[in-house]
């Protein structure tokens, strides 16, 4: 793995991203939650380009990012993530929202609301809570499935190291975190139809 994958873009606060965005000089702006996320509250003007798409199309994507690129996620984790992948394809002028939309939220900034549904986080607490909570509960019966929560312990500890979550990757593509059609050519195509509009 080279330098630039593992470096960390630049980071941006809410309140300088807001600047730019109202001077007209905003960057384009790259939502990397799932589409159910995106749905239920992003930035206006953002673009959603889900995570495990953006890894997996890195290289096509990166021939129609050619602006600057302000990458956002729920908190920053996974928008670091993104911005590793899109700095190793040799994309320049990327930065991440510093806290996300959680801190774009705080910040008072515009938000565009759809229909509320459970951000992947909160989907990843509920599922690994549950599974170790009827482990414990049923390993009263049969002893050996107390070792279920500690596979699942081991692997939120795992996920914490890494910034990485399997579980979460999963979650992500249950057609409930899907929403509406997200992919590629439909991506493609809004890049390139906000481009000609700037140009």
């Not at 495990?52 to 602006?67: G, I, K, S, T, V």
């Not at 009263?140 to 190291?161: R, S, Y």
Request: a neutral charge.
């Amino acid at each position: 793995m080279s330098t630039s994958e593992t470096a960390r873009p630049a980071t941006l606060d809410a309140g300088a991203l807001r600047e730019l965005i109202d001077s007209g000089q905003g960057p384009r702006l790259l939502d990397v939650r799932t589409p159910a996320e995106f749905e239920t509250s992003h930035i206006p003007g953002a673009y959603n380009v889900p995570l495990d798409l953006l890894r997996e199309h890195r290289e096509e994507l990166r021939n129609h990012l050619a602006d600057d690129v302000v990458l956002i996620c729920r908190s920053g984790g996974r928008a670091t993530q993104a911005g590793q992948a899109l700095a190793g394809a040799g994309l320049p002028n990327l930065k991440i929202l510093d806290g996300g939309m959680l801190a774009w939220q705080v910040a008072n900034a515009p938000v565009k609301h759809g229909a509320p549904r459970w951000d992947l986080e909160r989907q990843v607490r509920l599922v690994a809570g549950s599974i170790v909570l009827v482990s414990i509960l049923a390993s009263v019966f049969v002893p050996g499935l107390k070792w279920v929560a500690g596979f699942i312990g081991a692997g939120l500890t795992f996920a914490a190291v890494t910034n990485t979550c399997a579980m979460g990757m999963l979650l992500g593509k249950l057609p409930y975190n899907r929403g509406a059609s997200c992919d590629l050519d439909t991506i493609v195509g809004q890049l390139h139809e906000s481009a000609g509009g700037r140009a």
